[in-house]
């Protein structure tokens, strides 16, 4: 992965073409429905913590580009 929320979409979408293989069966199928839980977990939380950063990043254009943003966020930079 390369750390884009395209790259994300392709991983999610994959998992759907394994999980779509009417071939799999038995352990094989479980192992990819427990995989694919696994990557709905993880996307969730990668796609919260996009929002979230949009929101900060919204929120600095509203109020200013001297607006302070939390550390945590990466968005003040100095550059």
Same mark, same amino acid.
């Given at each position: 992965?390369?750390n884009? !929320?395209s790259?994300?979409?392709d991983h999610l979408?994959?998992?759907c %073409?394994? +999980?779509?293989? %009417?071939?799999l069966?038995? #352990?094989r199928?479980?192992? #990819?429905i427990?995989?694919?839980? &696994?990557?709905?977990v ?5 796609i919260?913590a996009? #929002?979230?950063a +949009?929101?900060?990043?919204d929120?600095?254009? %509203?109020?200013?580009? !001297? &607006?302070r943003?939390?550390?945590? !966020?990466?968005?003040?930079? %100095?550059g």
């Open positions: 992965m390369k884009r !929320l790259d994300l979409v979408f994959s998992q %073409e394994r +999980l779509n293989d %009417e071939a069966q038995g #352990e199928l479980r192992e #990819e427990s995989r694919s839980g &696994a990557m709905s993880v996307a969730r939380q990668i919260d996009g #929002e979230l +949009l929101k900060a990043t929120r600095r254009l %509203e109020h200013g580009s !001297l &607006a943003m939390p550390g945590l !966020l990466g968005l003040d930079k %100095e």
